[in-house]
């Protein structure tokens, strides 16, 4: 019965979200730009507002995906992630802020889920070639090394943006995570 009723709640909020949108129309069309970002198609509908200012803040917040982007990737040079990355077991790495929130959300969601989410995925994932021209199946004395890098417990902080991953060869790949965020 409880069940019954939140499916008629959520009914009745998503109609009253269609009717009420209805209300605040201008009878201007609908703006969409879209541009490739975080190796995706990316659409941004605006609503209600001129072409001109619709151009402008779609510039904005393209500016701001691609920022972040360069931040978070693992699969660009001179990102927060690669650097982190390419001193694995040796130092900690200061990250910036939108970094260590970040990487603090992926280990409380690791921790919550047992390790099923796990942005250490990183050397697994380049195993089998994702993100890669070329995928492959690796052996499983490959996939064995790979996993035992593999384990979220090995990302410390030594202060709210001081990064560290403890185990030289250890890699984080936020795709799991990032454009969420972004």
């Not at 040796?90 to 990250?95: G, S």
């Not at 417990?153 to 799991?176: A, H, I, P, Q, W």
């Amino acid at each position: 019965m409880k069940k019954r009723a939140a499916v008629a709640c959520l009914f009745l909020l998503f109609f009253l979200m269609i009717l009420l949108s209805g209300c605040f129309s201008q009878g201007k069309d609908p703006v969409t730009i879209s541009r490739f970002l975080m190796d995706t198609k990316v659409d941004l509908t605006f609503y209600n507002i001129p072409h001109d200012e619709a151009k402008l803040l779609a510039e904005d917040v393209f500016a701001e995906m691609a920022r972040l982007e360069e931040l978070l990737s693992a699969h660009l040079e001179n990102t927060d992630i690669h650097l982190l990355n390419s001193r694995a077991g040796k130092e900690a790495v200061t990250v910036s802020p939108q970094t260590a929130e970040v990487i603090k959300k992926s280990l409380e969601l690791s921790e919550q889920t047992g390790g099923a989410f796990d942005i250490t995925i990183a050397p697994v994932l380049q195993l089998w070639g994702f993100g890669e021209e070329k995928q492959l199946v690796p052996s499983p004395d490959q996939l064995e090394k790979a996993l035992a890098l593999v384990d979220y417990r090995n990302v410390t902080f030594k202060n709210s943006n001081l990064v560290k991953l403890e185990r030289e060869g250890m890699r984080l790949d936020l795709g799991g995570i990032a454009k969420g965020y972004i």
